[in-house]
C-alpha cells in the first residue's frame, strides 16, 4: 500500500517556509497537482522567497565552481599512493 | 565470495580527489585534516578488506568508511556534536528562528532575504572558499554530509535517503533547514 503523504497544506495557511519545503521536494522528487498550485501561485506572489530561491541558485553554482577547484596535490596523492603499496607488502 | 573485486593500486587514481573533495568541504577547508583522512580511509579498508562483502561498490565502501572517518574526527575534536534526527529540532536553526509561525510561516521580519547587487554577487564568487567554509562551521556534520552528497557527489535522493535511514520528508526537511541557514549566513558576510 502506498504510504500516506505525512505533509498536508491548506492553501490559506500555506506560508513562505511550506514554499521552502517544497523546493527542495520539486528539486528531488517533483511535486504533485496540488502541490505545484500552491508552490507556483506562492512564487508569484511573494517576492522574498523569490529572492531566495535566486540566492539558493548562485550558492549552487558557487558550491558547484569550488568544488571543480579542490583536487588533491599530486605530491600528496604520490605519497599515499606509496604508503598503499607499501601496506600491501 | 565478493563479487566486485577490490582493486587498492588503483584507488589512489580513481578516488582520491572525489574523497578528497568530500572531506575537505566536511572540514570546512582544512586541507591537511582532509589529506590525512584520505590516507587513514585508505589504510582502514586495506586492514578491514576481508569485510568486503561487494553487496556495495568498491566507492560506495570507501565513502562509508571516510564518513566514520569525518564523524570520529569532529568527535575527537569536539568542534560540534553528531547531530542525529532525533535531535534536529534542538539545533539552533529551527525553522522558527527564520519564519514567523503567528504569520503562517512568512519569512521574520529579521531574516527576510535581500537583495543581492552586482559587486556583492561578485564578492562571493571572489571569496567563495572563504565565505563557504565559514558558513559550512555553522552545519551539523551530518547535514554537511548531505548537502555535500546532493551537490559535490550529485547524488539522487532515494540513495542518500537510505545511506543516512532517513525518509524523503526528513531529507527536504534537512536540506531546507540548511539552505536557509547557509543563505542568511552568506548574506551577512557579503553585507
Redesign the interface.
Known amino acids: 500500500m502506498k504510504p500516506r503523504e505525512e505533509y498536508k497544506y491548506k492553501w490559506y495557511l500555506f506560508g513562505c517556509k511550506d514554499a521552502g519545503y517544497l523546493h527542495e521536494k520539486k528539486q528531488d522528487k517533483g511535486l504533485n497537482f496540488g502541490e505545484k498550485l500552491l508552490y507556483y501561485f506562492h512564487m508569484a506572489s511573494c517576492h522574498l522567497c523569490r529572492k531566495y530561491v535566486k540566492h539558493l541558485e548562485l550558492i549552487k553554482k558557487n558550491i558547484l565552481d569550488y568544488a571543480l577547484d579542490i583536487k588533491l596535490d599530486f605530491n600528496k596523492k604520490e605519497k599515499i599512493q606509496k604508503t598503499i603499496q607499501n601496506n600491501l607488502k | 565470495m565478493s563479487e566486485i573485486q577490490l582493486n ?2 588503483k ?2 587514481d580513481k578516488y ?2 572525489d574523497m ?2 568530500y572531506a ?2 566536511c572540514l570546512n577547508g582544512d586541507a591537511d585534516a582532509a ?1 590525512d583522512l ?2 587513514d580511509t ?2 582502514s579498508a ?1 586492514e578491514k578488506k576481508e569485510t568486503f562483502k561487494g553487496i556495495a561498490s568498491e566507492k560506495t565502501w570507501l565513502f562509508a568508511i571516510l564518513k566514520n572517518k569525518i564523524s570520529d574526527h569532529y568527535r575527537k575534536k569536539k568542534i560540534r556534536k553528531e547531530t542525529s534526527l532525533d535531535d534536529i529540532s534542538e539545533e539552533g536553526t529551527s ?1 522558527h528562528y ?2 514567523n509561525p503567528q ?5 521574520h521580519k529579521d531574516h ?5 547587487n552586482s559587486s556583492e ?1 561578485r564578492l ?2 571572489k571569496e ?2 572563504s565565505i ?1 567554509h565559514r558558513c559550512l562551521e555553522l552545519l551539523p556534520v551530518k547535514w554537511k554530509s548531505i548537502l555535500a552528497e546532493t ?2 557527489e550529485c547524488k ?2 532515494p540513495e542518500i535517503c537510505k545511506e543516512h535511514d532517513i525518509s ?2 526528513n ?3 534537512i ?2 533547514r540548511c ?2 541557514q ?2 542568511e549566513c ?2 551577512k558576510k557579503l553585507k
Open positions: 587498492p593500486l584507488w589512489t582520491a580527489d578528497y573533495r575537505f568541504f589529506c584520505v590516507q585508505f589504510l586495506l525553522v527564520f519564519y504569520k503562517n510561516g512568512r519569512w527576510e532575504p535581500k537583495e543581492w554577487i562571493l564568487e567563495k572558499y563557504l551537490y559535490l539522487k535522493g524523503p520528508s531529507y527536504w526537511v536540506l531546507h539552505k536557509v547557509l543563505r552568506i548574506e
